[in-house]
């Protein structure tokens, strides 16, 4: 199958039915100079092993070998390597590992496979846009207790874990538990695949479903970054440029995972700030409000004295110089006064019998609206003085003979 040097070396190496890292090292490297897939030679060479070992077992006075287990050599040096090292201590020669390819390249089709036996129905995700007019009407009126709202389900939300799948489970069991490569190149490759895996969270998807089940998988992925720290540690004590690479590649996994919790708590600490902000421009709004009440409601009682000495024109200009509300309350009560004025002209004729005069006189007197019709407040203001008028009225006009009455006007303005 392969030319007659290699074959020798594999007949010679699987002599006593095993095989050390030493003979596979140099069996690789044979087959990797005659250009031969690495892959397909390990298959062969495992085969061909599984061979050697039934025929062994088949005889019952097959030699024993007097090899205990495998002893790592440096191929330069010969000396004997330590555990776990990734250069020899003695002649620097660094020890290259041509499995470990195929090793984290299984481990990643291993996830994919776990991967395809997803439920597609557990994750559906909802992509319908929820911004309407409606949700920017209520942002635009009621913003802070939206605020507030959206800050309490985003703690209890993230209180809650992420939903978990088996298949979730599944890979989060073969994470943790996959070996980690030993040498260099195995740790770096592993390393740097593992690191990509870490996700950075959007200030705009905070308290999203997904956003908190890729936190998840950061952690998890974080804890297979640590553990291949450790391994790192250990077999890089002599190879302090290698393992300063692999720091760099473990504290940058670890900064994005601390910004995304740093993010969290900017924003709930700008929703604090926000809300105190609130708080406070409300509080300082309704203390300015309590006092421009009161120095009306003040000027109110100086009109209505005023009133009362028939200063009309003086309290006209009170009403001038205040809001609308309380504007309202002193011109309708300045009308009052000026028509109950009127009405008290009336009780001489009716004692006099004037009947006629009284009932013409009645229905000339009437009120002047001063509020506008479409604003209530300002309408039930003046009602109050407008409903005394014509009480008023009533009155004298009840006193009347039913035949020589006035028509009088709603009691409603």
Same mark, same amino acid.
């Given at each position: 199958?392969?030319?007659?040097?290699?074959?020798?070396?594999?007949?010679?190496?699987l002599?006593?039915?095993?095989?050390?890292?030493?003979?596979?090292?140099?069996?690789?490297?044979?087959?990797?100079?005659?250009?031969?897939?690495?892959?397909?030679? =390990?298959?062969?060479?495992?085969?061909?092993?599984?061979?050697?070992?039934?025929?062994?077992?088949?005889?019952?006075?097959?030699?024993?070998?007097?090899?205990?287990?495998?002893?790592?050599?440096?191929?330069?040096?010969?000396?004997?390597?330590?555990?776990?090292?990734?250069?020899?201590?003695?002649?620097?020669?660094?020890?290259?590992?041509?499995e470990?390819?195929s090793?984290?390249?299984?481990?990643?089709?291993?996830?994919?496979?776990?991967?395809?036996?997803?439920?597609?129905?557990?994750?559906?995700?909802?992509?319908?846009?929820?911004?309407?007019?409606?949700?920017?009407?209520?942002?635009?009126?009621?913003?802070?207790?939206?605020?507030?709202?959206?800050?309490?389900?985003?703690?209890?939300?993230?209180?809650?874990?992420?939903?978990?799948?088996?298949?979730?489970?599944?890979?989060e069991?073969?994470v943790?538990?996959?070996?980690?490569?030993?040498?260099? =190149?195995?740790?770096?490759?592993?390393?740097?695949?593992?690191?990509? $895996?870490?996700?950075?969270?959007?200030?705009?998807?905070?308290?999203?479903?997904?956003?908190?089940?890729?936190?998840?998988?950061?952690?998890?992925?974080?804890?297979?970054?640590?553990?291949?720290?450790?391994?790192?540690?250990?077999?890089?004590?002599?190879?302090?440029?290698?393992?300063?690479?692999?720091?760099?590649?473990?504290?940058?996994?670890?900064?994005?995972?601390?910004?995304?919790?740093?993010?969290?708590?900017?924003?709930?600490?700008?929703?604090?700030?926000?809300?105190?902000?609130?708080?406070?421009?409300?509080?300082?709004?309704?203390?300015?409000?309590?006092n421009?009440?009161?120095?009306?409601?003040?000027?109110?009682?100086?009109?209505? $004295?005023?009133?009362?000495?028939?200063?009309?024109?003086e309290?006209?200009?009170?009403?001038?110089?205040?809001?609308?509300?309380?504007?309202?309350?002193?011109?309708?009560?300045?009308?009052?006064?000026k028509?109950?004025?009127?009405?008290?002209?009336? =009780?001489?004729?009716?004692?006099? $019998?004037?009947?006629?005069?009284?009932?013409?006189?009645?229905?000339?007197?009437?009120?002047?609206?001063?509020?506008?019709?479409?604003?209530?407040?300002? $309408?039930?203001?003046?009602?109050?003085?407008?409903?005394?008028?014509?009480?008023?009225?009533?009155?004298?006009?009840?006193?009347?003979? =039913?035949?020589?009455?006035?028509?009088?006007?709603?009691?409603?303005?």
């Amino acid at each position: 199958m392969y030319n007659e040097k290699l074959e020798r070396l594999i007949e010679l190496a699987l002599a006593d039915g095993e095989l050390t890292e030493k003979e596979k090292q140099v069996l690789f490297k044979n087959a990797e100079a005659e250009g031969i897939d690495l892959d397909e030679f =390990e298959i062969v060479l495992e085969a061909r092993l599984f061979e050697k070992t039934n025929d062994k077992n088949s005889q019952s006075a097959a030699p024993h070998s007097d090899k205990l287990g495998d002893v790592r050599k440096c191929p330069a040096c010969g000396a004997i390597a330590e555990s776990f090292a990734t250069k020899c201590s003695d002649c620097g020669t660094e020890f290259r590992n041509i499995e470990v390819s195929s090793s984290v390249i299984r481990f990643f089709e291993k996830l994919d496979e776990i991967e395809a036996t997803r439920d597609s129905s557990f994750y559906t995700q909802n992509t319908s846009s929820n911004i309407n007019l409606v949700t920017i009407a209520l942002w635009l009126f009621f913003w802070p207790f939206l605020i507030f709202f959206k800050g309490l389900q985003f703690i209890i939300n993230k209180s809650k874990p992420a939903k978990w799948s088996t298949t979730d489970a599944r890979k989060e069991e073969l994470v943790l538990n996959y070996p980690v490569p030993v040498s260099k =190149e195995g740790i770096l490759e592993f390393l740097t695949l593992s690191a990509s $895996k870490i996700n950075t969270a959007s200030y705009f998807s905070l308290f999203s479903e997904q956003t908190k089940y890729k936190n998840t998988w950061n952690k998890i992925w974080l804890k297979k970054i640590e553990q291949i720290n450790s391994k790192a540690s250990i077999s890089m004590k002599s190879d302090t440029e290698t393992y300063s690479e692999v720091l760099t590649i473990v504290e940058s996994s670890r900064s994005i995972t601390k910004e995304n919790n740093r993010k969290v708590f900017k924003v709930l600490g700008g929703m604090v700030i926000l809300l105190i902000a609130v708080g406070i421009c409300i509080g300082i709004s309704n203390k300015l409000n309590e006092n421009r009440n009161s120095n009306y409601a003040s000027k109110v009682k100086s009109a209505e $004295k005023l009133i009362e000495s028939e200063k009309y024109d003086e309290a006209e200009a009170l009403a001038a110089d205040i809001d609308n509300d309380h504007s309202i309350e002193i011109r309708s009560k300045i009308q009052l006064a000026k028509l109950t004025e009127q009405l008290d002209t009336l =009780e001489p004729l009716i004692q006099n $019998k004037e009947y006629s005069k009284i009932r013409l006189a009645l229905e000339k007197l009437r009120w002047a609206r001063v509020s506008n019709k479409s604003d209530y407040k300002t $309408k039930d203001i003046e009602s109050v003085s407008y409903k005394i008028f014509v009480e008023k009225k009533e009155a004298i006009n009840n006193q009347l003979p =039913e035949r020589k009455r006035a028509v009088i006007e709603s009691m409603y303005l």
